[in-house]
């Protein structure tokens, strides 16, 4: 069964930094648009980045440009996303999400064929 797997969340004081981690399995990252999501309490859930599939191209949030870095790794068949300097506004449950890049969808909230189960970020002093 195709399966995300995100790790590496868990409590940080305010400017501190977390790398989380996108494992899959069940299917190859390689042909696949990486998005990452969150949605904090109370809010919509909202994209953060994406790293394309056929040229590595990545995008990002206003919110979160400049603190954010996504990147893969395809022999792991994992997906990254570094954060720094964060903000207690980056609160939040972290998804993955993966997009065929060939079925005319993109990196949006609802766009997306495989999705994990979160994990939660808390920043807070």
């Known amino acids: 069964q195709p399966q995300l797997v995100e790790s590496g969340g868990g409590l940080v004081q305010p400017g501190g930094s977390l790398r989380l981690s996108c494992a899959a399995s069940?299917?190859?990252?390689?042909?696949?648009?990486i998005g990452w999501f969150r949605q904090a309490p109370g809010l919509e859930r909202e994209g953060v980045s994406c790293i394309s599939s056929s040229d590595g191209r990545t995008n990002y949030a206003d919110s979160v440009k400049g603190r954010v870095s996504i990147h893969r790794d395809n022999a792991k068949n994992t997906v990254y996303l570094e954060m720094s300097s964060l903000k207690p506004e980056d609160t939040a449950v972290y998804y993955c999400?993966?997009?065929?890049?060939?079925?005319?969808?993109?990196?949006?909230?609802?766009?997306?064929?495989?999705w994990g189960k979160g994990t939660l970020v808390t920043v807070s002093s």
């Open positions: 069940g299917f190859t990252l390689d042909y696949y648009d």
């Open positions: 999400a993966a997009d065929f890049s060939g079925d005319g969808s993109s990196c949006s909230v609802n766009g997306m064929d495989y």
